[in-house]
T-cell receptor, first 116, second 114 residues
Framework: DAGVIQSPRHEVTEMGQEVTLRCKPISGHDYLFWYRQTMMRGLELLIYFNNNVPIDDSGMPEDRFSAKMPNASFSTLKIQPSEPRDSAVYFC??????????????FGPGTRLTVL | AQSVTQPDIHITVSEGASLELRCNYSYGATPYLFWYVQSPGQGLQLLLKYFSGDTLVQGIKGFEAEFKRSQSSFNLRKPSVHWSDAAEYFCAVALTYNTDKLIFGTGTRLQVFP
């Protein structure tokens, strides 16, 4: 298995532009997580899905952020409009949710977002 | 509220020295426990995990961790550190009544001197 795939790996954009981050979870995993990592705030859980349904989006910073999971193999995190304070590394992770080891999360390589 | 504490933000050791990274959790029952490592520019990789049974858990890259219920701790150890171990280490817990999510600590950055 290729693991969790994220694209793009790096994104540089200007303030006000729309940004879309993409994630393909490990096949067969029922849970998908979006995290944000910054020096100031560390690793933050933004939102997670179970069977394509958002379960907890309490970590989404504000209405500028939205996430979707149209099918089991694809999710997007969108920021519109983007702001410089959104600059961070965004990670996607997935887990099977099955059995006692089901909550082990597998992380993608991350997308480094820079908003100028 | 449940929480995970990693008291050491930054640790520096010499190559070949032993290492112990601390992790404490706050939870009424025994959670599921994890250690992840993040190398520079990379995602998080699982080092080891504890669910039940033997309280000394072996992981990848020569790491081990010991669960101590009385101290609510799950410290990570390595007898001899290599320069390639320089990374950030995260302790995480999953609550047994809500195993969907992991609660991460703030991380410990390990620096290794030759």
């Amino acid at each position: 298995d290729a693991g969790v795939i994220q694209s793009p790996r790096h994104e540089v954009t200007e303030m006000g532009q729309e940004v879309t981050l993409r994630c393909k979870p490990i096949s067969g995993h029922d849970y998908l997580f979006w995290y944000r990592q910054t020096m100031m705030r560390g690793l933050e859980l933004l939102i997670y899905f179970n069977n394509n349904v958002p379960i907890d989006d309490s970590g989404m910073p504000e209405d500028r952020f939205s996430a979707k999971m149209p099918n089991a193999s694809f999710s997007t995190l969108k920021i519109q409009p983007s702001e410089p304070r959104d600059s961070a590394v965004y990670f996607c992770a997935s887990s099977s949710g099955k059995g006692r080891g089901g909550n082990e999360q597998f992380f993608g390589p991350g997308t480094r977002l820079t908003v100028l | 509220a449940q929480s995970v504490t990693q008291p050491d933000i930054h640790i520096t050791v010499s190559e070949g020295a032993s290492l112990e990274l601390r992790c404490n959790y706050s939870y009424g029952a025994t959670p599921y426990l994890f250690w992840y490592v993040q190398s520079p520019g990379q995602g998080l990789q699982l080092l080891l995990k504890y669910f039940s049974g033997d309280t000394l858990v072996q992981g990848i890259k020569g790491f081990e961790a010991e669960f101590k219920r009385s101290q609510s701790s799950f410290n990570l150890r390595k007898p001899s550190v290599h320069w390639s171990d320089a990374a950030e280490y995260f302790c995480a817990v999953a609550l047994t009544y809500n195993t969907d999510k992991l609660i991460f600590g703030t991380g410990t950055r390990l620096q290794v001197f030759p």
